[in-house]
């Protein structure tokens, strides 16, 4: 059973930045791809960026490209989400999963219990 633990979170400013870590208590066969959600109260649980674990390709939502970069350490286990020029509607709780290269939560099989990210204006 893969176990994710996120950390970073927290309240910051307009402007602010982030760095959200995600780590792994292993590495197994399913886990092609690292990604990122997101769920702000009263809306589903949207996609964010994933990274593939061979080869570092990345994918981001339009709505955090340019601001957030997803990245990896292979050594550790862990992924990291670098969140710049955070904005209010960047608030929700954040949860890191494992599983295919995909968009959709049903992508992926193993999920963290996730993290509060909460930006004031």
């Known amino acids: 059973q893969v176990q994710l633990v996120e950390s970073g979170g927290g309240l910051v400013q307009a402007g602010d930045s982030l760095r959200l870590s995600c780590a792994a208590s292993?590495?197994?066969?399913?886990?092609?791809?690292m990604g990122w959600f997101r769920q702000a109260p009263a809306k589903e649980r949207e996609f964010v960026a994933a990274?593939?674990?061979?080869?570092?390709?990345?994918r981001y939502a339009d709505s955090v490209k340019g601001r957030f970069t997803i990245s990896k350490d292979d050594a550790k286990n862990t992924v990291y989400l670098q969140m710049n020029s955070l904005k209010p509607e960047d608030t929700a709780v954040y949860y890191c999963?494992?599983?295919?290269?995909?968009?959709?939560?049903?992508?992926?099989?193993?999920w963290g219990q996730g993290t509060q990210v909460t930006v004031s204006s």
């Open positions: 999963a494992t599983g295919s290269w995909g968009t959709k939560t049903t992508d992926y099989n193993y």
């Open positions: 292993q590495r197994t066969w399913s886990m092609y791809s």
């Open positions: 990274v593939i674990w061979a080869g570092g390709d990345t």
